[in-house]
Structures are given as structure tokens and as C-alpha cells.
């Protein structure tokens, strides 16, 4: 089956001609078709939980773009709601958590709740069986560092400042929750994978505030950890790693984590990427999310830089962080265009 799957095939290290393309975020704010579920569905959390519409959201850039990749709609908090934190969306202002995770007490009080990952699954079986046979699907979590800092702060933050002095004040908690996380999200890509995920994404978000040692301890320490045990677990699946400014730390999480392809955002140079990361690696990105709005030719001349630096390797044709909620569908089309038609 991976012969007929262009982006399974890329992540397994087969270069494609031209190189597949799924946009991270690309079922989202940006359609209308989106917009319009979301308003009749209300809240984030309730879209997300309602297997038959976050289906639907899985499957609409499929329908508009044809893209090569199907991320599954969800989104990587429900590792945390799932240990039993309350969740819920702000309007305007994103996630909300409760208790905030600053004491073991805290940690200890946590009455997991496995159950809330049911509806995730049900999507995955409801997209398996309605998709393009060609088309790859991805399943995803947070990375453990990337969800503890949320776990603490209650909500993102910039410097992820709370967590951070966690790790460095009281690094026996932070080593627990870690491990939580770890567990809960072996369980949680296991499920995926059984329902009908190829491959799965590990979205470190907030990599990039962390310093070398706390970056060997609570990035590639935790996500090592997860490949190994899902790679036990499920033998066939593809594993992404996506550590979000990790720019120089970069091969050292290439070479120490296990992951199978390796996701770069916008600030790394792909020119260095191509010459400093382990050249069987597939690499993933890194189109600037602004360069995609921009369009025209800027638009084309940051796709050729990429396609061309990365031209000799497998490669999957994708952003450098998520798709921005005004991106021009135009633009999207004008993207895939060029992708398809210089590479």
C-alpha cells in the first residue's frame, strides 16, 4: 500500500518526484466550509468531541485542495483532559485548564479520565472509512513538554515562563507530570493508529524556549520515550517530530529521538537543514505561514528555494508552524500549483 501513498512513501525515505503536501492546520479557520460548521456547532471543544462533524472538518481540505496528507481535527490538549484536567475555549483568547499543575498535591489530585479520547477515536474510524485510499492519514499529540507547559500555566503563554521555572525549581514534579503525559500519550497514538491513523505527528510547539541540557531532559528525553514505546507497540506507523524552534538543537533531536521524518518551521534556513540533518531523514516544511498570505511572487520564489534546497532527499511539502486563519484559498491553490508543476 505504501507505493500508492506519495506522503506515507516520503516519510518511509522514498523521494518522490514531486514531493507530497499537506498543510499543517489545513482543516480549519480559513475555509468557510469550516466556518460554517463551527457556528452551527458552537464551541471548540464541542466541535472537536462530535465525531461525525470533526469528520467532516478532517475530510474538507481533502475535498478543496486534494491534499496528499489527512490530519485528524483535534486538538493536543486532549492528552491533558484526559488526565483529568477541565478544559474549555475562551473566545478569542484559545484554551483554558484547571486545576493549574503547580504542586504534587495537585498532580496526585488528577482522576483520569480515558474515556473523553472515545469521540477522537470515533473520528478516526469515521475519516478511515470515507478517504481517498491514496491519501495518508496522520494522527497527532502534543509533545510532553509542549503540554506540561499548558498543564501549569493553565492556558499558552509566550515564554512559557511558569514551566519553565517548574523544570529548574522543582524538577521530581516536573519529571512526574512528564511521564504522565508520556503514558496517557503512547495510549492515545496506539488508539489512533488502531483506528485508522498511518502516521502521527509530535507538535512541540514551545521547543524553542528551552535551553540545550533542558532540552535534552524534557524534549528529546520524552519524545525518545514515545517513539520507542509506539514503535513497540505499532511497528508500522511513521513518526513525525516537530520541535518548533529548535534551530540549532535540531540534528541532535534528529539523531537521539528515533523519529522516522523530521518537521522544520520558517526560521530554519533549508539549505542548512539539507546539509546538517541525517541525509536518509525526510524532512517536512517549511514554508512561512505570511510568505503563503503574501502570495504572487513571493509566494513562488520561497517555494522554489525550498523545493530546490531539499530536492535531493525525501521531502513533504509543508509549512513552518500552522496555516493563519486569513490565508487566501487563492493562495492555497497558487501553492499547490507550484509545488506540482516545478518540482
Known amino acids: 500500500m505504501i507505493e500508492t501513498k506519495p506522503l506515507l512513501a516520503t516519510l518511509r525515505g522514498t523521494r518522490q518526484a514531486v514531493p507530497p503536501v499537506w498543510l499543517m492546520r489545513q482543516a480549519g479557520r480559513y475555509l468557510p466550509e ?62 483554558r485548564l484547571a486545576p493549574t499543575l503547580t504542586t504534587r498535591a495537585v498532580l496526585d489530585g488528577l482522576a483520569p479520565r480515558p474515556e473523553r479520547l472515545d469521540p477522537v477515536y470515533a473520528t478516526v474510524r469515521a475519516v478511515k472509512a470515507a478517504l481517498d485510499p491514496a491519501t495518508t492519514f496522520l494522527g497527532f499529540a502534543g509533545a510532553p513538554w509542549t503540554v506540561a507547559t499548558y498543564m501549569i500555566a493553565g492556558q499558552g503563554s509566550r515564554e512559557q515562563a511558569a514551566a519553565r521555572r517548574l523544570a529548574y525549581n522543582d524538577p521530581g514534579l516536573m519529571a512526574a507530570l512528564v511521564e504522565r503525559i ?11 493508529v488502531a483506528a485508522g491513523v498511518e502516521a502521527v505527528q509530535l507538535f512541540d510547539s514551545w521547543a524553542g524556549s528551552l535551553s540545550p541540557a533542558q532540552f535534552e ?57 539539507a546539509a546538517s540533518l541525517p ?6 516544511g517549511n514554508l512561512d505561514p505570511l510568505a503563503l498570505i503574501a502570495g504572487g511572487t513571493v509566494l513562488d520564489d520561497a517555494v522554489d528555494r525550498i523545493l530546490a534546497a531539499f530536492a535531493d532527499r525525501a521531502h513533504v511539502f509543508n509549512l513552518g508552524h500552522g496555516i493563519l486563519p486569513d490565508t487566501p484559498i487563492a493562495h492555497v491553490e497558487r501553492l499547490l500549483r507550484r509545488v506540482r508543476t516545478t518540482a
Open 279 to 284: 541525509a536518509t531523514m525526510p524532512v517536512q
Open 34 to 95: 469550516y466556518r460554517a460548521l463551527r457556528a452551527d456547532k458552537g464551541g471548540f471543544l464541542e466541535l472537536a468531541t462530535d465525531s461525525v462533524a470533526a469528520a467532516e472538518v478532517t475530510l474538507q481540505p481533502i475535498r478543496r485542495f486534494g491534499f496528499d496528507g489527512a490530519i485528524l481535527f483535534s486538538d493536543i490538549l486532549m492528552v491533558p483532559w484526559a488526565l483529568g484536567q477541565d478544559l474549555w475555549f475562551e473566545t478569542g483568547e484559545g484554551p
Open 217 to 273: 531532559t524534557w524534549v528529546i528525553g520524552p519524545t525518545a520515550r514515545i517513539v520507542a514505546g509506539l514503535r513497540a507497540r505499532c511497528p508500522d506507523v511513521a513518526i513525525i517530530g516537530f520541535p518548533k524552534g529548535a534551530g540549532g538543537k535540531l540534528p541532535a533531536y534528529a539523531r537521539e529521538t528515533g523519529i522516522d521524518a523530521i518537521g522544520i518551521d520558517e526560521t530554519v534556513d533549508p539549505l542548512w537543514a
Open 182 to 192: 508520556v503514558a496517557v500519550t503512547l495510549d492515545y497514538l496506539e488508539g489512533q
